[in-house]
């Protein structure tokens, strides 16, 4: 077993790719399409100290159709991952440790974060900003490098946005090391880059996420970043700045960097957005916020990420565009994260969202899923069965759904002591569970999906 806490249990990676059908249910016949999952799976024995950010991506995904389904998991083809397998072992170190001399690159693009269904094509995207790799579906096959024509001036960071209505997607990239610190960009429906623009931050942030709506996007420029103490003595450790101002900026959709309006907000630090919505003069956003991200003190019941503590509350801020007013609510104070809604409505003023509902443990884990009511701060649970854990939902809306939640909440649960994983299907008007369909092997511990619907 590895000293490594991330290379163990629910983290303990699969050896290889796979394909097989998913036998022993049968799935709705209204379920049409492909669910698909992003996680680090290192390919090789890593070098020196791993961390859950560090291993290779690699997707999982079930594609249902008629009332069955097939199961494919695929390594992502990076860069990276290419030299390492012609050199026939790990060239990379992790975040946690010195780049090592003679390596490609500083750090490893491994594209295993986030993906995002845009013009055809599956984009896994990295939380650390990096360049975006488009894959086939229901193939999982790796096309390659998405640089959208060659005109993407850097990277693209994970959770970039796809607006259903026009097709566009917007995205923004940050650097930890050079200026600009923080761009802004759109990408038409048919990936043309429109624009990218520098936007003016205090100094190298780790931004996660973005909302967007109609008419603007909003940016979350919030002062988590590297603990500049410990980079003096040349070692990585993430640090947040409470004297620095926590800031919401809200851009028009095709605007320049120099219109951004901005608001400041509450020292919080937020990795995910539920959704932002236009009300008259007003920009609402809703998100997952942690109003202590690095706390001085914490028990074996505050779920961590190493130093991060992961308690996030339900949050929505109103931003008045006219008078430059914010006001701030907490809807609820259960902790949830990897929060999802109808996509083919993002950005409008939706009414349900689906979360993971954070188990009282150190290690990150959920232990339940949650249907929000936005319009009243309540939720629904949906408990994960005794002994699994659940991964992110994702949204599946049935063929001719007639209303928003008209649909499913599908994702994977796990059971380290089962050793098995199973797609789960649960109707998401009357949370009852549909279909528990048992998957071929165990899936680890993994990070963003996504629901592309009749592919």
């Not at 992003?38 to 950010?53: A, Q, V």
């Not at 500083?106 to 900003?129: F, I, Q, R």
């Not at 229901?138 to 994970?158: D, Q, V």
């Not at 607006?163 to 610190?181: H, I, Q, R, T, V």
């Amino acid at each position: 077993m590895s000293e490594y806490p991330y290379l163990q249990g629910e983290h303990t990676p699969v050896t290889g790719e796979a394909e097989a059908s998913v036998l022993k249910a049968e799935l709705p016949k209204d379920l049409v399409g492909t669910f698909a999952r992003n996680s680090p799976n290192p390919r090789f024995e890593p070098l020196g100290k791993y961390h859950w950010f560090d291993g290779d991506g690699m997707v999982h995904a079930v594609s249902v159709r008629d009332a069955a389904a097939t199961y494919r998991a695929r390594w992502i083809q990076t860069d990276g991952l290419r030299a390492e397998v012609e050199a026939g072992k790990a060239l990379f170190t992790g975040i946690l440790e010195k780049p090592r001399p003679g390596a490609p690159a500083p750090l490893k693009d491994t594209a295993n974060t986030d993906l995002v269904w845009h013009n055809g094509k599956l984009l896994a995207l990295w939380w650390l900003s990096g360049t975006p790799c488009a894959l086939a579906l229901p193939s999982l096959e790796t096309i390659g490098p998405e640089r959208f024509n060659g005109a993407l001036p850097r990277t693209m960071a994970a959770h970039a946005k796809v607006d259903a209505a026009s097709g566009e997607l917007m995205f923004f990239e940050f650097s930890l090391f050079k200026a600009p610190f923080y761009r802004y960009g759109v990408v038409s429906k048919t990936g043309e880059l429109l624009s990218c623009e520098a936007i003016d931050v205090a100094g190298p942030r780790i931004p996660h996420d973005i909302a967007i709506t109609p008419r603007f996007t909003v940016l979350l420029d919030l002062p988590l970043g590297w603990d500049t103490a410990a980079l003096a003595a040349g070692k990585r450790r993430i640090g947040f700045d409470r004297e620095s101002p926590s800031r919401l900026g809200v851009i028009p959709r095709h605007g320049k960097g120099s219109q951004v309006k901005w608001f400041t907000i509450s020292p919080c630090y937020a990795y995910h957005t539920v959704n932002a919505y236009e009300d008259g003069p007003n920009v609402v956003l809703v998100a997952c916020a942690i109003d202590d991200p690095i706390p001085s003190k914490r028990d074996e019941k505050t779920p961590m990420l190493d130093t991060i503590a992961l308690v996030p509350k339900l949050r929505k801020w109103t931003m008045n565009l006219e008078t430059g007013a914010v006001k701030e609510e907490t809807l609820d104070d259960t902790p949830s994260e990897f929060p999802r809604t109808n996509e083919a409505i993002q950005g409008q003023r939706v009414q349900f969202s689906y979360h993971g509902r954070m188990a009282p443990r150190e290690a990150m884990m959920f232990d339940a899923l949650l249907k929000y009511d936005l319009a009243k701060g309540t939720h629904r649970t949906v408990d994960v069965p005794k002994g699994w854990y659940a991964g992110e939902p994702s949204f599946a809306p049935r063929v001719d759904a007639k209303g928003e939640d008209d649909g499913y909440i599908v994702t994977v649960i796990s059971s380290v002591e089962a050793n098995a994983s199973e797609f789960w299907v649960v109707d998401a008007q009357t949370l009852d569970t549909v279909t528990r369909a048992p998957l071929p092997r165990r899936i680890p511990i993994g990070f963003h999906s996504t629901w592309v619907r009749g592919v």
